[in-house]
C-alpha cells in the first residue's frame, strides 16, 4: 500500500512519515498533497495565536480534552504547533508538547511540533500544508498554535477559520501585549490566567480596543442633543460577528467548555453569513496564484537564454534600465 | 531543496525530579542544527513512544537518573519497534553503572553517556548514526 493510501485508511506511522515529507517539500509529499486534495475541506482550523507565555499549548491541552470527552460524537482533533527556529543555527527546541501531557494514550489525538524553518510571521511555510494532510487523514478539528512572537502574525488568520487570540493578565503594566494589529485577527478573545490578578483591567482594555474595531452604537449629536443608535438596530441585515471575550484558567481547565461553545457558534456564523465559502475561496484562490506565479516564472526562466536575463540583470543593476522596462524587454523578447 | 533536519526526541523518563541536563543537551543539539522536541519530566515509556511516533523522529535522547535503566530502556525500544519504528536511533544519558552498558547496547541502544560527556560528541554520534557519516 502506498503512503496516501494507507494515510486515507487511518495509519498513524504512515501519516507521521507524510507529514515529514510534506514539511521537507519532498517531491512525493507534494504529489501526495494532490492526491489527498480530493478528501479535503471538512475540518475546522482553529489558530490559536498571542504572546510566548499566555498559555496558548496549556490551552489547546484542554480544548483538545474538551473536544475528545465532552462532544458527542467526539471529533479526532489534530495539534499542529509552531515554534520558533534558531537563525543562527537551523536548529530548534519545540517544547509544546510538555503543556500537553494529558493528551497522551489517546489515538484520536495527534500532535506535531514544527519549526518555523526562517517563515516570519507566526507559522512555517508548510503549516498549510500538514493541515490538509491532517484535514484528509479525518481529523475534523485541527488546533494550530503560532510561535506568538510577534504583532503581524495574520498569516494564521487567513489559514484558519476562527482565530483564538490569547491574552494574559499582568504581561505588561498596561497592556503592552495588546496591539490593535492582533486584535483585528481575533474572532474569540481569550483572558487566559484569569486566576492572577489585574484580569478586570485586561478585560476593560480589551473591551476599549475592541469598540474601536467593532463598535457596538453609534452616537449621533443631533440638534444639539446625544442620541445613541445600537449597531443592531441601525442596520439589522448586518450581520457581523463581534468577538467574545472570554475568561479561562487554562491550568484548571476553567471556561473551557463555554471557549468550546463560542467555537462553535463562529463557526455556524461563518457558514450562515456565506463567510466560510468566502473564506475558503479567498484561501484556494491565493493558493492557486502562488502556484501560477511560481510555475510561470519557472517556464518562464527555462526558455530563456541565461546570458540574455544576466545582461538584463546587469544593466538593471547599472540603473541602465529600470525593473519594469527590463520586464517588458524580457517578455517582448521572447515573443519577438 | 534544504539539507535533511534531524529530529531528535528528548525525554526524561521516570520519576526523578530535574531536567537541567536534558535541557542542556537539548539546547546543544538545536545549536549543531537540529530539531529538538523537548518533553519534559516523568514520561513513560508509552508517552515516549507515541510522541516519537507523532513526531517522525530520527533519534529518541533518554535522559535516566533513577536507576530503572534497565526497565525503563527495553520498554521504550519494544514499543519503539510495535509501532514500526526500529529504525529510531535511541541514545541513553544519565547515570549508569559500568556493566550496564554493555547490557543496553546489545538491547538496541545505539550510545550511552556519563554525566560528563561531552555535548560535541553526542551531535557527532548523532550525525554519524543518522546520516551514515563515518564518526
Ligand atoms: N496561573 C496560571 N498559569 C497558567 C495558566 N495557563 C498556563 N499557565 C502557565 O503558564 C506557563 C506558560 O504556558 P504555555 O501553555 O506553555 O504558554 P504558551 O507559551 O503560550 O504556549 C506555564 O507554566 C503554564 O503552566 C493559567 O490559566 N493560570
Ligand atoms: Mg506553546
Excluded: C
Aim: hydrophobic content about 45%; proline content about 5%; glycine content about 8%.
Amino acid at each position: 500500500m502506498n503512503l496516501v493510501d494507507a494515510v486515507l485508511a487511518g495509519d498513524r506511522l504512515a501519516l507521521s512519515r507524510l507529514l515529514t515529507r510534506v514539511e521537507n517539500q519532498h517531491p512525493e509529499g507534494i504529489e501526495a498533497l494532490s492526491q489527498l486534495f480530493p478528501h479535503t475541506g471538512r475540518a475546522h482550523l482553529i489558530g490559536v495565536t498571542g504572546a510566548p507565555g499566555t498559555g496558548k499549548s496549556s490551552l489547546v491541552n484542554r480544548l483538545a480534552l474538551h473536544y475528545r470527552r465532552e462532544v458527542q460524537p467526539a471529533p479526532r482533533v489534530a495539534i499542529i504547533a509552531v515554534d520558533p527556529t534558531s537563525p543562527f543555527s537551523g536548529g530548534a527546541v519545540l517544547g509544546d508538547r510538555v503543556r500537553m501531557r494529558d493528551l497522551s494514550g489517546d489515538s484520536g489525538i495527534f500532535i506535531r511540533s514544527m519549526a518555523s524553518r526562517g517563515s516570519l510571521g507566526g507559522l512555517a511555510q508548510t503549516t498549510a500544508a500538514l493541515a490538509q494532510v491532517f484535514d484528509a487523514a479525518g481529523y475534523e478539528i485541527i488546533f494550530i498554535e503560532t510561535v506568538g512572537a510577534g504583532q503581524n502574525e495574520v498569516d494564521i488568520a487567513r489559514l484558519a477559520h476562527t482565530t483564538l487570540v490569547v491574552e494574559a493578565p499582568g504581561l505588561g503594566d498596561d497592556i503592552q501585549a495588546i496591539k490593535a494589529g492582533i486584535l483585528e485577527i481575533a474572532d474569540i478573545l481569550v483572558i487566559n490566567k484569569a486566576d492572577r490578578p489585574g484580569v478586570e483591567s485586561t478585560e476593560k482594555a480589551l473591551r476599549n480596543m475592541l469598540e474601536l474595531s467593532h463598535p457596538l452604537r453609534h452616537v449621533f449629536r443631533h440638534h444639539g442633543k446625544i442620541e445613541v443608535v445600537e449597531a443592531a438596530a441601525a442596520a439589522p441585515q448586518y450581520n457581523s460577528w463581534i468577538p467574545p471575550i472570554h475568561r479561562t484558567v487554562a491550568t484548571e481547565g476553567k471556561g473551557i467548555a463555554e471557549l468550546v461553545e463560542s467555537i462553535a457558534r463562529h463557526r455556524q456564523h461563518l457558514i450562515e453569513s456565506g463567510d466560510w465559502e468566502a473564506r475558503e475561496r479567498a484561501r484556494l484562490q491565493a493558493e492557486l496564484e502562488d502556484l501560477l506565479r511560481e510555475t510561470l516564472l519557472h517556464q518562464f526562466r527555462s526558455r530563456i537564454a541565461p546570458q540574455i536575463y544576466e545582461q538584463v540583470l546587469q544593466q538593471v543593476l547599472a540603473r541602465e534600465l529600470s525593473p519594469w522596462d527590463a520586464v517588458h524587454l524580457l517578455v517582448d523578447r521572447r515573443q519577438g | 531543496m534544504e539539507e535533511r533536519k534531524i529530529r531528535v526526541l528528548v525525554a526524561k523518563p521516570g520519576l526523578d525530579g530535574h531536567d537541567r541536563g536534558a535541557k542542556v543537551v537539548a539546547r546543544a543539539l538545536r545549536d549543531a542544527g537540529m530539531e529538538v522536541i523537548y518533553t519534559g519530566l516523568r514520561q513513560t515509556p508509552e508517552m515516549i513512544a507515541e510522541a516519537a511516533l507523532q513526531e517522525d523522529v530520527d533519534v529518541v535522547g533518554l535522559s535516566i537518573l533513577s536507576g530503572a535503566h534497565m526497565e525503563l530502556v527495553p520498554r521504550v525500544l519494544e514499543l519503539l519497534r510495535q509501532n514500526g519504528q526500529e529504525h529510531v536511533k535511541v541514545f541513553v544519558g544519565g547515570i549508569i553503572p559500568d556493566e550496564d552498558v554493555p547490557r543496553l547496547l546489545e538491547m538496541g541502544v545505539t550510545a550511552v553517556y556519563g554525566p560528563g560527556a561531552l555535548t560535541e560528541d553526542i551531535i557527532r554520534d548523532i550525525r554519524a548514526a543518522v546520516l551514515g557519516t563515518p564518526a
